[in-house]
């Protein structure tokens, strides 16, 4: 994972942002501070930050607006009914999407216009909603595939054999992963996406149609990847137990923009909430 001292490096640059205070601390005189460098450079404890982001499909407005950020190391859900935009949101961050108007900033820098990969460099990764590993190769091929970008020889192999161990598919190393059932081909991409060493993650319902204990081990994966690797994540789910063993921060969607956040208690407690989402009086 990127040390603060390299992932901050851009911070004072890159979108020509107006000259900030120059008495500010930490800022030396006539430096200009950008947007993306105030609202997530190394003053902040802000990974990621969206201003005013639009995504419009048509005459359809996905997203509307969104001020949405997370913190270093912070384990954010989004929940919210089908169509409320959770999973354009987060294309839009990994850059799948493009978004119609505004911005996303990422540790210091306006990463709006990067493509997917440069995103992936600079620490930003995500499981999609539908697993997609590589079914006609081996569990070992699979979780070789990320890792084999920056690491060779005995440390790639190393690196991998943990990715495998991590992943509860020791002993599975030869198998093709399209005959792995939904949960370990869950865990294997998991795996595959956390192998990058991102310092954001982004998982799009990651325990959908997976048994109680399946869903128990995905829970532990993400804690201790967040615990022990420091890796934040924004976590899409509609299971709320879930949901509130992993979560230290909610946020709900609803028509494409922030209905509400805080603890799930105080989510689950909200009548609106309920009403729209949680199966309350409509």
């Given amino acids: 994972m990127s040390s603060d001292a390299d992932r901050r490096e851009a911070s004072g640059s890159g979108d020509g942002g107006p000259a900030s205070d120059t008495a500010d601390e930490g800022l030396q005189p006539n430096v200009r501070e950008t947007p993306a460098g105030r609202a997530t450079g190394p003053r902040t404890d802000t990974l990621l930050q969206t201003d005013d982001l639009v995504k419009r499909f048509g005459g359809f407005t996905a997203t509307d607006s969104i001020d949405f950020s997370v913190d270093e190391g912070e384990l954010r859900c989004l929940i919210g009914p089908n169509g409320a935009g959770k999973s354009t949101l987060l294309n839009l961050v990994v850059g799948t999407l493009s978004p119609s108007e505004g911005s996303i900033y990422y540790d210091g820098q306006d990463v709006t216009d990067l493509e997917p990969n440069e995103r992936v460099r600079n620490g930003i990764s995500m499981k999609f909603q539908v697993p997609s590993v590589y079914g006609d190769l081996s569990v070992r091929e699979n979780a070789r595939l990320p890792i084999q970008q920056f690491a060779d020889g005995e440390e790639r192999r190393r690196r991998v054999d943990e990715a495998i161990a991590d992943a509860g598919l020791a002993g599975y190393e030869d198998v093709e992963a399209s ?19 991102p310092d954001l993650l982004l998982l799009d319902e990651p325990v959908a149609g997976l048994s109680v204990d399946e869903r128990a ?9 967040n615990r022990e690797e420091g890796i934040a994540f924004v976590v899409i789910e509609h299971d709320t137990d879930f949901v509130g063993e992993i979560a230290d921060k909610v946020t709900v969607l609803h028509q494409g923009d922030i209905f509400r956040e805080g603890p799930i208690e105080e989510i689950e407690a909200d009548p609106e909430v309920r009403r729209i989402y949680l199966g309350g009086e409509q």
């Fill in 179 to 197: 005959t792995l059932s939904h949960g370990q081909q869950q865990q294997l991409e998991i795996g595959m996406a956390a192998s990058l060493e």
């Fill in 217 to 225: 081990e995905i829970a532990d994966r993400i804690q201790r990847l």
